[in-house]
């Protein structure tokens, strides 16, 4: 039977490393790259008092997103493996189990962080979560 590997991704060095060891690990897997929009960042980009800002935020981080998809797949063709893409808005941790759970992934394996510094300290670690509330197995990669 062909696992389901879900690896999230967010353009960090972590996260890159996460999609290599899953390519190496699970060639024969079915893999599925997902990248979380999280609105929390609006509050940080989007512009102020500008009419449709929010559209303009989300028009953004879409296209943020098929930009990692398109890198994703570029580097999946070197090990002649074909990705599935998705992505999701929400709060990364929550929505990245809930994913897994809703789509009955196998395992999940993601870096051990994307985020640095202040960032990292006030939002809390999103592998962390992954790996307290997922009912799959959880690979960290460092």
Same mark, same amino acid.
């Given at each position: 039977?062909?696992?389901n $590997? ?19 690990e699970f ?9 979380? $929009?999280?609105? $929390? ?12 800002g ?9 296209e943020q997103s098929?930009?990692?998809?398109e890198?994703?797949q570029?580097?999946?063709d070197?090990?002649?493996?074909e990705?599935?893409?998705?992505h ?23 870096g ?24 799959v ?6």
């Amino acid at each position: 039977m062909t696992k389901n $590997i879900l690896v999230p991704i967010d353009g960090s060095p972590q996260s890159d490393d996460a999609l290599d060891y899953a390519f190496e690990e699970f060639s024969d897997a079915d893999i599925t790259v997902l990248n979380v $929009i999280d609105p $929390i960042d609006a509050g940080y980009s989007a512009p102020v008092g500008m009419p449709g800002g929010s559209e303009e935020w989300y028009q953004n981080a879409t296209e943020q997103s098929e930009a990692l998809f398109e890198d994703a797949q570029a580097k999946a063709d070197e090990f002649g493996i074909e990705l599935a893409s998705a992505h999701e808005m929400g709060r990364p941790a929550r929505t990245i189990v809930e994913y897994a759970e809703e789509h009955d992934f196998d395992q999940i394996v993601m870096g051990s962080h994307g985020r640095s510094g202040v960032s990292r300290i006030l939002l809390g670690s999103v592998a962390e979560t992954v790996v307290r509330r997922a009912t799959v197995p959880v690979t960290v990669v460092r």
